[in-house]
T-cell receptor, first 112, second 112 residues
């Protein structure tokens, strides 16, 4: 049974600080890793993907992957109130039509 | 010019009824999916189709039947609706799983 674990939160971070979101996964064969953002009542939106160990930066977002520890994280720098949302970690072991396995999400609150 | 569109957005129905949810994507993707998001926001895959062929059929009651008339459409028919079917159902599409999905806006199904 493939599992993806996230702390459900809420995680409260002051505006302008760095928000750090963490995720662990059980399937060592996992190859592709994603972070989705979901605002209340909306659909998930892909914000980051990462495939190899190390860091990947995109604007204020940095994804970090450590396959040996089966750990993925997302850092959000200069957090804004608009970053308040649920962040979903997702992993897959294959390409093709294999599905993504999602964690239950971390609810992030950025306090003005 | 919505990329992945679902109809209806809201669906309220009585137990025992049969209902359908429609999904269409105009992204030219080969793969489409149905996901269920329960009241605790957990997203779980139900089905995936690649170019009209069923690829993934997770442990879902056989009251749920997907149909893909062409690679741009994936519909979900649900027979004999039960209270536990109440959830948000998301359609998604992708070129391949390992590049992430584009989600539709979701259908909130409430069974009373």
């Amino acid at each position: 049974q493939k599992e993806v674990e996230q702390n459900s939160g809420p995680l409260s971070v002051p505006e302008g600080a760095i928000a750090s979101l963490n995720c662990t996964y059980s399937d060592r064969g996992s190859q592709s890793f994603f972070w989705y953002r979901q605002y209340s009542g909306k659909s998930p939106e892909l914000i980051m993907s990462i495939y190899s160990n190390g860091d990947k930066e995109d604007g204020r977002f940095t994804a970090q992957l450590n396959k040996a520890s089966q750990y993925v994280s997302l850092l959000i720098r200069d957090s804004q109130p608009s970053d308040s949302a649920t962040y979903l970690c997702a992993v897959t072991s294959g390409g093709g039509a294999d599905g993504l396995t999602f964690g239950k999400g971390t609810h992030l609150i950025i306090q003005p | 010019d919505t990329a992945v569109s679902q109809t209806p957005k809201y669906l309220v129905t009585q137990m025992g009824n049969d209902k359908s949810i429609k999904c269409e994507q105009n992204l030219g993707h080969d793969t489409m999916y149905w996901y269920k998001q329960d009241s605790k926001k957990f997203l779980k895959i139900m089905f995936s189709y690649n170019n009209k062929e069923l690829i993934i059929n997770e442990t879902v009651p056989n009251r749920f039947s997907p149909k893909s008339p062409d690679k741009a459409h994936l519909n979900l028919h649900i027979n004999s609706l039960e209270l536990g079917d109440s959830a948000v159902y998301f359609c998604a599409s992708s070129v391949r799983t390992d590049v992430g999905y584009t989600f539709g806006s979701g259908t909130r199904l409430t069974v009373v």
